[in-house]
């Protein structure tokens, strides 16, 4: 799901990075979300609903919302919008069961 090339912007290469989302590894780009990175991996359900289950993706983009919440191993809740993936980042749907 990522552009390859554009007639106008030259797309550059960038520095892949290995994370981790619900255990599965994943490679991102230098830059990129926990969200952008997802979605880059055709993964665009990042959570579930507590009280119906249903499924929950990026919603405006910018950090207002939460619906893009996900867990990420010894932080805690953060927005997938607007934090940057690392090296061997760890990022959970739920931090339910994660020690």
């Not at 590894?25 to 665009?44: E, M, P, R, S, V």
């Not at 191993?73 to 980042?89: F, S, T």
Request: aromatic share 10%; hydrophobic share 35%; proline share 2%.
């Amino acid at each position: 799901m990522r552009i390859q090339n554009h007639p106008i912007v030259t797309i550059s290469q960038k520095k892949q990075i290995t994370f981790y989302f619900n255990g599965q590894k994943y490679i991102g780009l230098d830059g990129d979300t926990i969200a952008t990175a997802l979605w880059a991996n055709n993964i665009t359900t990042l959570r579930r609903t507590e009280k119906n289950n249903m499924g929950r993706s990026l919603f405006c983009g910018i950090g207002n919302c939460f619906d893009c919440r996900v867990y990420i191993k010894n932080q805690g809740m953060v927005r997938a919008c607007n934090v940057p993936i690392v090296e061997e980042l760890e990022v959970f749907s739920t931090d339910r069961g994660i020690e």
